[in-house]
């Protein structure tokens, strides 16, 4: 370990194989399309996003060493079109005299800009190259098309509280890269503490665990102990003062406080949630789909102002944010309430799903034909005073209705031309 002091401990943790990576078995878990892919060798270019800490850039690496590529490496943040061009050219000379694949891992793709991004796309196309990005963001609307479409895409979702005890336990017990060397009594509380307050980012739990054993001395019995406080400062918050089954209950409490027009006690449940120690960001992201799935078109500028708090909880953060966080919450309870957003989406999502006789009316297809079956006969609704009656639906859902207004708030003033026509 001592030439490896000055390495992190997450990199020196960073899994190697298949069978040393945890989380995302909806990825590569058994039979699964990765899975068989790298199995069979026939990997192509991929696109890995999703919460920091989830193993996106570590399963790139793992792929290209298991393909027995040649690896090169970029940071999006600091490359340009020179380093891409340069990588292009070494992999059609490895390709040519070697037979040997290229992969590019590209760390933050979504920060390449369009020149960049094009720059490689002739080299994806004809195969002299192979990309794997991984990104933070949704590339769907963060990257330019041309990569995207030439790319498989997969969504890597935050480690679950068991598999980040796991990395916690090797890294304790690896004597090689991990702090095995070093007589460590870690308290399961501190343990269960940091799986659960990382947020399921595998490199803030070993990030803080490196610090907790630094800046930890020994004790008389020559161990370093480490115990949930001394987690809690490492990871620069508060020791949560309720347990995880606790910390589901307030959270249920709070969101069926604001469904129930409850301000006094949905303002209650969110700062008992806050001095507990729970990021305020949850709090956030809560109000935003409850201002669709429980207030909807009764009250539209509650999706506004709960965007708005969690923009301010981001920007602004704590403890100035809570203001912002409380009006979001009282403005949520006093709306008017209304579910009809949610009942349509489900709706529509079950005829997506199951209706498969969904021909699009031929007047709405893509092409300029005037034939009698109906063919170019749409009529621009602008040409009409901006509304005029016509099919939209495949002819099996022409009946069918999916957003339907309450009679609260400003949605019982809402004249639906389709929903009048049909009811």
Same mark, same amino acid.
């Given at each position: 370990?001592?030439?490896?002091?000055?390495?992190?401990?997450?990199?020196?943790?960073?899994?190697?194989?298949?069978?040393?990576?945890?989380?995302?078995?909806?990825?590569?878990?058994?039979?699964?399309? $990765?899975?068989?892919?790298?199995?069979?060798?026939?990997?192509?270019?991929?696109?890995?996003?999703?919460?920091?800490? +989830?193993?996106?850039?570590?399963?790139?690496?793992?792929?290209?060493?298991?393909?027995?590529?040649?690896?090169?490496?970029?940071?999006?943040?600091?490359?340009?079109?020179?380093?891409?061009?340069?990588?292009?050219?070494?992999?059609?000379?490895?390709?040519?005299?070697?037979?040997?694949?290229?992969?590019?891992?590209?760390?933050?793709?979504?920060?390449?800009?369009?020149?960049?991004?094009?720059?490689?796309?002739?080299?994806?196309?004809?195969?002299?190259?192979?990309?794997?990005?991984?990104?933070?963001?949704?590339?769907?609307?963060?990257?330019?098309?041309?990569?995207?479409?030439?790319?498989?895409?997969?969504?890597?979702?935050?480690?679950?509280?068991?598999?980040?005890?796991?990395?916690?336990?090797?890294?304790?017990?690896?004597?090689?890269?991990?702090?095995?060397?070093?007589?460590?009594?870690?308290?399961?509380?501190?343990?269960?503490?940091?799986?659960?307050?990382?947020?399921?980012?595998?490199?803030?739990?070993?990030?803080?665990?490196? $610090?907790?054993?630094?800046?930890?001395?020994?004790?008389?019995?020559?161990?370093?102990?480490?115990?949930?406080?001394?987690?809690?400062?490492?990871? =620069?918050?508060?020791?949560?003062?309720?347990?995880?089954? +606790?910390?589901?209950?307030?959270?249920?409490?709070?969101?069926?406080?604001?469904?129930?027009?409850?301000?006094? !006690? !949905?303002?209650?449940?969110?700062?008992?949630?806050?001095?507990?120690?729970?990021?305020?960001?949850?709090?956030?992201?809560?109000?935003?789909?409850?201002?669709?799935?429980?207030?909807?078109? *009764?009250?539209?500028?509650?999706?506004?102002?709960?965007?708005?708090?969690?923009?301010?909880?981001?920007?602004?953060?704590?403890?100035?944010?809570?203001?912002?966080?409380?009006?979001?919450?009282?403005?949520?309870?006093? *709306?008017?309430?209304?579910?009809?957003?949610?009942?349509?989406?489900?709706?529509?999502?079950?005829?997506?799903?199951?209706?498969?006789?969904?021909?699009?009316?031929?007047?709405?297809?893509?092409?300029?034909?005037?034939?009698?079956?109906?063919?170019?006969?749409?009529?621009?609704?602008?040409?009409?005073?901006?509304?005029?009656?016509?099919?939209?639906?495949?002819?099996? $859902?022409?009946?069918?209705?999916?957003?339907?207004?309450?009679?609260?708030?400003?949605?019982? =003033?809402?004249?639906?031309?389709?929903?009048?026509?049909?009811?």
């Amino acid at each position: 370990m001592n030439n490896l002091v000055r390495i992190p401990l997450a990199e020196r943790m960073r899994a190697k194989t298949l069978d040393e990576f945890v989380g995302q078995e909806h990825i590569i878990g058994k039979n699964k399309l $990765l899975t068989r892919a790298i199995q069979t060798g026939n990997v192509g270019s991929l696109i890995f996003y999703g919460p920091p800490g +989830t193993g996106k850039t570590t399963l790139a690496g793992i792929i290209a060493k298991m393909l027995d590529a040649n690896i090169e490496k970029l940071n999006a943040v600091s490359s340009g079109v020179a380093e891409a061009k340069a990588i292009i050219e070494r992999a059609r000379t490895t390709k040519a005299m070697f037979n040997k694949d290229t992969y590019l891992l590209l760390d933050e793709c979504h920060r390449w800009n369009k020149a960049q991004s094009d720059c490689v796309l002739q080299a994806i196309e004809e195969g002299s190259i192979y990309f794997i990005g991984s990104t933070t963001e949704n590339p769907y609307t963060s990257m330019t098309r041309a990569i995207v479409s030439r790319c498989s895409v997969f969504e890597f979702k935050k480690i679950t509280e068991k598999d980040v005890l796991k990395v916690i336990n090797r890294a304790l017990t690896d004597k090689e890269n991990g702090l095995g060397e070093i007589n460590i009594k870690m308290d399961d509380e501190a343990k269960n503490y940091l799986a659960f307050a990382c947020n399921g980012d595998v490199r803030t739990a070993l990030n803080a665990l490196e $610090l907790a054993v630094k800046s930890t001395k020994l004790s008389k019995d020559k161990f370093v102990h480490i115990d949930k406080v001394t987690m809690s400062e490492c990871l =620069n918050k508060r020791p949560l003062s309720i347990d995880e089954s +606790t910390y589901y209950d307030y959270l249920s409490a709070f969101c069926k406080s604001l469904r129930g027009s409850d301000t006094e !006690a !949905a303002l209650y449940y969110s700062q008992r949630l806050i001095k507990a120690g729970i990021d305020p960001l949850i709090i956030a992201r809560r109000m935003i789909a409850h201002a669709s799935e429980d207030i909807g078109m *009764a009250d539209s500028n509650a999706l506004l102002i709960a965007c708005c708090a969690m923009f301010a909880v981001e920007k602004l953060g704590p403890p100035e944010c809570y203001l912002n966080l409380s009006h979001a919450i009282i403005y949520l309870c006093e *709306a008017e309430k209304s579910n009809s957003v949610l009942n349509a989406m489900h709706m529509a999502m079950d005829d997506a799903e199951n209706e498969r006789e969904d021909i699009v009316p031929n007047h709405l297809k893509n092409h300029p034909s005037t034939n009698k079956d109906g063919h170019g006969k749409y009529k621009y609704p602008h040409d009409y005073g901006g509304y005029v009656a016509q099919q939209y639906m495949p002819d099996k $859902l022409k009946d069918r209705v999916y957003y339907k207004p309450s009679q609260n708030g400003r949605e019982k =003033n809402l004249i639906r031309k389709k929903y009048s026509k049909n009811n």
